[in-house]
């Protein structure tokens, strides 16, 4: 074997002696995996943010400076910080269409005849009203106006008022500001209601065509829809296929959040998307119930977070919580059998653990059939693709330090068999793949193309621990 040198030319006569340093035999061992996260989201006139051009944020407030206070990239940034605080996180911020704002009211009636409170929530927001005896119906209209205005940089909604009315109007247009819930609880003012109408007729959601254009030349790891309409999740979904295919060699995934129907989701999810590379968290939401409701777009904010905060591909995620989402009412809480469906169609469920924790139930891909249309549980796990895209990045940078500049004969190809299955036994050390035997391994100098070699590597990817049957024989002795 000829040792070559880059920077000691074999011609020099000059007595002497030279050193150089070689740098491609340092790493021995594997690339980390830390992930970046990026929130395509709506925004506001306030927000000083360039329309569809990314910019990192490091806190909520950065994120409400970028969009503008209680605009959907602001609230899905500040949920997904919630979720987890170390994220390395950017926003690109998505101007507003020609669409229409949903709006909805909060109508007072009845003289208060006690002193009490009110309880609103908007949102995830809670705002409290005090009512005094004999409080009119303005006066507390007026005081939940001002309520709802005192946390405006929380709030999804601006609010007005006329008389005995509270006007709420989403701060972004678009379908998104009817899936925000409004509800309420009255304490102890007996003699005054509230009649809530929800939010409606927001119309005509934002593309994100451009905000993708603007992005793919970066390298997100995460990608996160606010918009959960099936045009834009499939610009997203075309997106990733780009570039995670091997030509731009920059795999990533994407998701996005929903708390609607369920059946309306299953259909999306795994019959119009039915991608590997894309995940969906439920959270079921009934609009009336007397608490707080996190917003479809809070969720997958959430979930995305806790996804990129772990570095481990192929550990599961299951009962990871989602800090910061509001647990879903007893009675919206999902069934074992309404689990099951949504598993089935290629959708993550959440539920409410200890201490009214949301948590994962089983991190699943929108994938359900293969290109024939039969069920297939290939890529059923997102640990499955984050296991064969870290595998995939490990072994190509290794080729990368270990063959910038090699030319390529038997010895060589039989070289780059040597560190790939290096590779491989030290992703089996941290028991993200399986071993697999020497000749399992093909390496073969491409018979067309001068210059290329070309291997067969199988990537036996390490599944997750999700089910324990016991079987318990009873024996009287």
């Known amino acids: 074997m000829t040792i070559q040198f880059d920077n000691i030319p074999s011609s020099i006569r000059k007595p002497g002696r030279y050193t150089e340093y070689n740098a491609s035999l340092a790493a021995q061992g594997l690339p980390a995996n830390a992930k970046s996260m990026v929130i395509l989201g709506q925004k506001t006139s306030a927000g000083i943010g360039t329309s569809n051009v990314p910019v990192k944020v490091f806190s909520s407030a950065d994120a409400i400076l970028q969009a503008g206070q209680g605009s959907v990239a602001a609230i899905a940034a500040d949920a997904a910080l919630k979720a987890n605080p170390n994220l390395q996180l950017s926003i690109v911020p998505i101007p507003d269409g020609a669409g229409a704002a949903a709006v909805g009211t909060i109508t007072v009636s009845g003289i208060a005849s006690a002193g009490g409170s009110f309880e609103i929530w908007i949102g995830n927001v809670r705002v409290e009203v005090t009512v005094n005896n004999g409080d009119a119906v303005n006066d507390i209209a007026t005081a939940i106006d001002a309520a709802i205005s005192d946390l405006e940089h929380l709030m999804p909604v601006t609010s007005g008022v006329s008389g005995a009315v ?3 109007t989403a701060r972004n247009l678009g379908v998104l500001g009817n899936n925000i819930a409004i509800s309420s609880k009255t304490n102890n003012v007996e003699t005054t209601a509230l009649a809530i109408v929800q939010p409606v007729d927001g119309a005509t959601d934002p593309s994100i065509a451009t905000a993708l254009t603007a992005i793919f030349p970066a390298d997100y790891d995460v990608v996160l829809c606010t918009l959960n309409d099936a045009t834009n999740l499939g610009l997203l979904k075309t997106h990733l296929t780009s570039q995670s295919a091997p030509t731009e060699d920059r795999p990533a995934t994407g998701y996005f959040g929903y708390n609607g129907v369920q059946a309306t989701l299953e259909t999306l999810a795994g019959t119009t998307l039915n991608y590997e590379r894309l995940n969906v968290a439920y959270l079921k939401t009934t609009k009336t119930t007397e608490r707080g409701h996190s917003l479809d777009y809070e969720i997958g904010a959430a979930y995305a977070s806790v996804v990129a905060g772990e570095e481990d591909p192929a550990r599961p995620l299951n009962t990871l919580p989602l800090a910061g989402i509001a647990p879903a009412a007893l009675e919206n809480q999902l069934s074992r059998t309404q689990q099951e469906s949504l598993l089935l169609n290629g959708v993550t469920p959440l539920e409410v653990g200890v201490g009214e924790a949301v948590q994962i139930v089983r991190a699943i891909t929108t994938y359900t059939t293969d290109s024939t249309g039969t069920k297939s549980v290939a890529y059923l796990d997102l640990t ?40 491989i036994r030290l992703l089996n050390d941290l028991e993200i793949w399986n071993p697999v035997e020497p000749d399992e391994v093909i390496v073969e100098l491409d018979t067309q193309a001068v210059g290329r070699v070309n291997l067969q590597i199988p990537a036996k990817v390490v599944p997750g621990m999700h089910i324990i049957a016991n079987r318990l024989d009873l024996i009287l002795s």
């Open 166 to 168: 509270v006007t709420l």
């Open 384 to 423: 499955t693709i984050l296991s064969l895209d870290f595998g995939k990045l490990a072994i190509e940078n290794r080729q990368a330090q270990r063959f910038p500049r090699t030319k390529l004969t038997t010895r060589t190809a039989a070289l780059v068999k040597t560190e790939v299955l290096d590779v």
